[in-house]
């Protein structure tokens, strides 16, 4: 399935080995991971093109489906089930319903879903005329070409998805490595930096910004020490924090950006990234404040730009301490791309017969 600006199989859970390195195993092989090219699987040869969605019954009071996000990469033989994935969490929805898992409720559909990575809920909206999912639609998001059916998401609690919380270091704004950054987590480990302050304008291309070996060293490094910083540990293994270069906005949005997940410049940002970048911008003394232009109000669109468009995100904050965002709600589409069964070699896994 498509997920919003990702796409990788989904997998119901009993389908699954329930032995976690057997189950990764079974990932990597689905995928065709390690190989730049995944030539032996069902990879896209792209980080955002390597996921894999895992969706199961709720487990939890009050929770309709759990999901587990995988992350694998091209070149690597890793699963990584740590983080979260807003894009992929917008196919959950329409995945159950095709498999049965959970019925249409009418013209609407409505479930909580809780991602099992970072322990967060949100509910997930989808159509369903005639008791169908309803793909086809007028919705746009940029990264995706046409258009199709909306899915609202409302997230109900990001903060702290991975770390200790909003701020991990404690503070609004760090310097390391001479830097000036903002460590942050409001549905991923973001390090949040201006492009100005490396030499770069913000407004490279794609291209132009993965060509770039001195950056992407010089970003490693700060990778590396904020992850320490954000008490992660050593992240030189881990997806997690995303580096993401800031400058003011070019397009009529409130901030620019390009994101890399981590070592790759993303086409476009990731959903909770996008979230964790507008939540930076309402910091007052964060590394987006003079740069970012944002409304007035408790309840603000915050338009986050990147290569191929911009991604907006609603946050409303406590009108008692206006740095709480207390809601952040935004619309992804999906579609249904095949369904059928992927081969898995018998000295890998045999099937849930043996």
Known sequence: MRGGTSRGPFFDVADLPADVALRDRVLLAVMGSPDARQIDGLGGAHPLTSKVGIVGRGTKPGVDLDFLFAQLQPDRDTVDTTPNC?????????????????APQGDRS??????????????????TPGGRVEYAGDAR???VPGTAAPITINFLDTAGSVCAGLLPTGRVRDVVDGVDVTCIDNGMPLVLLRAADVGRSGYESVAELNGDRELKARLERLRIACGH????????ARNYPKMTLIAPPRHGGSLCTRSFIPHVCH?????????TVATACVLEGSVCDGIAALPPGR?????????????????????????NVVRAALLRTARLLMRGEVMIPASIWKGRST
């Not at 309840?299 to 206006?322: C, I, M, Q, W, Y």
């Open 86 to 102: 807003g894009n992929m969490l917008a196919a959950v929805v329409p995945f159950a319903l095709e498999t049965g898992m959970v």
């Open 110 to 127: 409505r479930f909580r879903v809780l991602t099992r990575n970072t322990d967060m809920q949100c509910d997930i909206t989808v159509r």
């Open 141 to 143: 998001i940029d990264g």
């Open 229 to 236: 910083a954000m008490g992660l540990g050593d992240v030189t």
């Open 267 to 275: 086409d476009a940002i990731g959903v909770l990234a996008a979230v």
């Open 299 to 323: 309840a603000r669109k915050v338009s986050v730009e990147h290569p191929t468009g911009e991604f907006s995100v609603e946050l409303e904050v406590d009108p008692a301490n206006p740095q």
